[in-house]
Nanobody, 125 residues
Framework: QVQLVESGGGLVQAGGSLRLSCAASGRTFSGLAMGWFRQAPGKERDFVAAISWSGGVTYYANSVEGRFTISRDNAKDTVYLQMNSLKPEDTAVYYC??????????????????WGQGTQVTVSS
């Protein structure tokens, strides 16, 4: 049974930082990209960032470019999202996911399968 478990969400003031983690288990995701999406209240789930299997290629949504950094540790089957300079508009449930391919530039939900349960990030103004 595949499991993706996110952690690290919480409440933070604008300008602050959080680091999300996503631990994968149940099967190997060798050779596949991984990513983060987010869903704000009343809105669709949107792409945030993705990283190739090797970690050498990353891709970000324009709204988080320069503030968020995605990374992964394949030895630990874990992907991270370092979020700096957080803004109230970053408030959302953040989801970890595994891509069907190894192409971080694919940003559609249909390019991904296996989703975590999500972790809430709330940024106060």
């Amino acid at each position: 049974q595949v499991q993706l478990v996110e952690s690290g969400g919480g409440l933070v003031q604008a300008g602050g930082s959080l680091r999300l983690s996503c631990a994968a288990s149940g099967r190997t995701f060798s050779g596949l990209a991984m990513g983060w999406f987010r869903q704000a209240p009343g809105k669709e789930r949107d792409f945030v960032a993705a990283i190739s299997w090797s970690g050498g290629v990353t891709y970000y949504a324009n709204s988080v470019e320069g503030r968020f950094t995605i990374s992964r540790d394949n030895a630990k089957d874990t992907v991270y999202l370092q979020m700096n300079s957080l803004k109230p508009e970053d408030t959302a449930v953040y989801y970890c996911t595994v891509q069907k391919y190894n192409s971080p530039r694919y940003t559609s939900e249909s390019d991904y399968n296996y989703w975590g349960q999500g972790t809430q990030v709330t940024v106060s103004s």
